[in-house]
């Protein structure tokens, strides 16, 4: 089987990066590329009373690196997008680095970008492509979404899969194949389980 997939992301998400990463490598080992795309928690909880505080400051904080990523992805593509989300979130999901404009100038340098693309972070006319994003995503699903939210080629998305840990080998391809299997089934709509 070999569709392509496309995931939409909110950085902010430590299960999100988790599924990122093990999308990213058994997409490699296949000779595949995945396709990155943006999407907002802040966006998704709009209007919202029963967000805790801290959950919607991270948010917030995310809303600022979703700006510059998808002034990155103006300036070089999905290359740019994939390299700033790696070098941001190996920063901030492995090693807790803060959410800082230290930490962002330096996943800038890392990812091969202008350190001038920092200064969308504070520009919020990046917020009209980032909501276009966040809602192509969400109409992949056909209904409101968290993320991540992955497709597979023309298939409808779906809201996962959600993530503990990164799987590796062949652990990694069998989700990877089942995934991508589920995506062609119309009649599939949800699995579920707890969290370990």
Known sequence: MN???????????????????????EAAVRDEKVTW????????????DDVPSGYREGQL???????????SAEHGGNEAVD??????????????EGWDDRTLRQALTEAGLSDGLAAAADDESWDEVVRASHAEGQ?????????????????????????????????????????????????????KRARN
């Open 37 to 48: 795309r943006l999407m907002s928690l802040a966006v998704l909880n709009e209007g919202r």
């Open 139 to 191: 109409a992949r699903v056909g209904q409101e979404s968290g993320t991540p939210v992955v497709a597979f080629g023309d298939a409808p998305g779906f809201f996962g899969p959600i993530l503990t840990a990164v799987p590796a080998g062949e652990e990694a391809a069998r989700l990877y194949d089942s995934v991508a299997a589920l995506a062609t089934v119309t009649a599939f709509s949800e699995l």
């Open 61 to 71: 904080r995310a809303a600022r690196l979703l700006r510059v990523l998808a002034a």
């Open 3 to 25: 569709m392509s997939a496309t995931m939409w992301f909110d950085p902010s998400c430590p299960f999100t990066w988790r599924t990122s990463r093990w999308l990213r490598a």
């Open 83 to 96: 390299s700033l989300y790696t070098a941001h979130g190996t920063r901030v999901h492995e090693r807790a």
